[in-house]
């Protein structure tokens, strides 16, 4: 099956700095979507991208869709100690069952 | 917004109950939801897809007689673990994609987590 190769697993920062992750696929995804997940809680959307190219942001938080359709990143400036959880990437090739194939995660913690 | 909430939050229960999972998309109707099983400090891993008015389709390795998903209406699905055991304890989490859009985004609920004793 389609696997998501996200890296890194975990990181550990300082407060201010930026962040960057990003994942990589084997094979071609249509949609690229960004998830944050808080211990306990189910994952957030963060950004969706739909388009091969695309450049998007959600405040402090970019994301980019590869125009190979097998990358996306994923940035965060200026972190703040509430930036802290497990991001996820997931991919979908779509089709009419629109499944998501998800990486598996990283760890990020922020040091005030 | 797209707002999905799961009910209960948590629940403990003996071997050999069932218990049964609401998951609800409240403020949009979903044609499919989706029900994602997460192990501590793991990905999510997709247990079946629910489409509204008809059969759950299930993940390779996943009992279907034993989790029971039913898609009654557009904005409700339930996941029903039955004869649960311990080994079914984990953090079950619902996913709803918007009916009517061509996207494949999953908005999540915030997890259930199920301890069996």
């Known amino acids: 099956g389609q696997q998501l190769n996200q890296s890194p697993q975990s990181m550990f920062i300082q407060e201010g700095e930026d962040v960057s992750m990003n994942c990589t696929s084997s094979?071609?995804?249509?949609?690229w979507l960004w998830y944050k997940q808080d211990p306990g809680e189910g994952p957030v959307l963060l950004i969706a991208?739909?388009?091969?190219?695309e450049l998007t942001s959600n405040g402090r938080l970019t994301a980019h869709f590869c125009i190979t359709r097998k990358d996306s990143f994923l940035n965060i400036s200026a972190s703040i100690p509430s930036d802290v959880g497990i991001y996820f990437c997931a991919g979908s090739s779509g089709g009419s069952n629109y499944k998501l194939t998800f990486g598996k995660g990283t760890l990020l913690t922020v040091n005030p | 917004g797209a707002v999905v909430s799961q009910h209960p939050s948590w629940v403990i229960c003996k071997s050999g109950t069932s218990v049964k999972i609401e998951c609800r998309s409240l403020?949009?109707?979903?044609?499919?939801m989706f029900w994602y099983r997460q192990f501590p400090k793991q990905s999510l891993m997709l247990m079946a897809t629910s489409n509204e008015g008809s059969k759950a389709t299930y993940e390779q390795g996943v009992e279907k007689d034993k989790f029971l998903i039913n898609h009654a209406s557009l904005t409700l699905s339930t996941l029903t673990v039955t004869s649960a055991h311990p080994e079914d304890s984990s953090f079950y989490i619902c996913s709803a994609r918007r009916a009517g859009l061509s996207t494949d985004t999953q908005y999540f609920g915030p997890g259930t987590r199920l301890t069996v004793l």
């Open positions: 094979s071609i995804f249509n949609t």
């Open positions: 403020d949009f109707q979903a044609t499919t």
């Open positions: 991208l739909y388009k091969a190219g």
